[in-house]
C-alpha cells in the first residue's frame, strides 16, 4: 500500500512569514509523529499524536509551532513567523501505536528553507 | 534520559570489506534500539530493531546488529560492503514513555570501488 506521504516536498519562504507542512500517514496507523533533522544531524523529536490528541509536544521548540490532527489521519504542521533557524527538513512519521516496540515508518520529508 | 552516540560521522570501506557501524546507547530501562538507513532524497527506512529476546538480530540487506548489554552496544555490521550501500545510517533508541525515537547523530557509509 501507499506509504507516508508529505507535502510540499519543498517550501521556501520569507522570514516572518507563516507556513504549513502536511503529512498523510499509512491507512490504520493510529500514531503520527513529526522530527525535524538539520543538516548533519539526527531527526529530532517535536509532537507525537494518538489519534486526534497530541500526546506528547515536549519536542516543539517554542509556541511559534503548533500542529494539528483534526480527524485522526492528516496532519499539519503549522509554524508562525518563521526565521531562519528554523530551516531543516520535517519529517513525518506513522505507526500502529501498539507501543515503543513499533515500527515507524517515514515519509520523505519537506525541506524548509527560510530566507 | 535516553541518549544514543553514534561514533564516527563518516565511514569509508572497499566494496566486499566488512561494514560496521558502531552505537552506544544510554538507558535506565530496557532498550529498544532501532537502526534507520536513510538514502539521498528518501525517507527513513528502517533496518533492524531490538525489542526483547536474541540479542543477535538480522535486519535487511545482509545488515544485522547485536545487542551487548555490558557494553551498551548495538553496533550495525555486514560482512560485505555493496555499492548500493552507501547512504547515511542512524542509530536510535525508543523513549517507553512516550514512544518518540531519539537519534544519534548518523554515520555516512561511503563504499569504494
Known amino acids: 500500500g501507499a506509504g507516508v506521504s508529505q507535502t510540499p516536498s519543498n517550501k521556501v519562504t520569507e522570514k516572518g512569514k507563516y507556513v504549513e507542512l502536511r503529512c498523510d500517514p499509512i491507512?490504520?496507523?493510529?500514531?503520527l509523529y513529526w522530527y525535524r533533522q538539520s543538516l548533519g544531524q539526527g531527526p529530532e523529536f517535536l509532537i507525537y499524536?494518538?489519534?486526534?490528541?497530541?500526546?506528547?509536544d515536549s519536542g516543539l521548540p517554542n509556541d511559534r509551532f503548533f500542529a494539528v490532527r483534526p480527524e485522526g489521519s492528516v496532519s499539519t504542521l503549522k509554524i508562525q513567523r518563521t526565521e531562519r533557524g528554523d530551516s531543516a527538513v520535517y519529517l513525518c512519521?506513522?505507526?500502529f501505536g501498539q507501543g515503543d516496540t513499533d515500527t515507524q515508518y517515514f515519509g520523505p520529508g519537506t525541506r524548509l528553507t527560510v530566507l | 534520559a535516553q541518549s544514543v552516540t553514534q561514533l564516527g560521522s563518516h565511514v569509508s570501506v572497499s566494496e566486499g570489506a566488512l561494514v560496521l557501524l558502531r552505537c552506544n546507547y544510554s538507558?535506565?530501562?530496557?532498550?529498544?534500539l532501532f537502526w534507520y538507513v536513510q538514502y539521498p532524497n528518501q525517507g527513513l527506512q528502517l533496518l533492524l530493531k531490538?525489542?526483547?529476546?536474541?540479542?543477535l538480530v538480522k535486519g535487511i540487506n545482509g545488515f544485522e546488529a547485536e545487542f551487548k548489554k555490558s557494553e551498551t552496544s548495538f553496533h550495525l555490521t555486514k560482512p560485505s560492503a555493496h555499492m548500493s550501500d552507501a547512504a547515511e545510517y542512524f542509530c536510535?533508541?525508543?523513549?517507553?514513555?512516550?514512544?518518540?525515537?531519539?537519534f544519534g547523530t548518523g554515520t555516512r557509509l561511503q563504499v569504494f570501488p
Open positions: 512519521a506513522s505507526s
Open positions: 491507512s490504520g496507523h493510529t500514531a
Open positions: 499524536f494518538q489519534g486526534t490528541g497530541a500526546a506528547d
Open positions: 538507558s535506565s530501562v530496557p532498550p529498544y
Open positions: 531490538y525489542t526483547t529476546g536474541a540479542t
Open positions: 536510535a533508541v525508543s523513549d517507553h514513555n512516550t514512544d518518540k525515537l531519539i
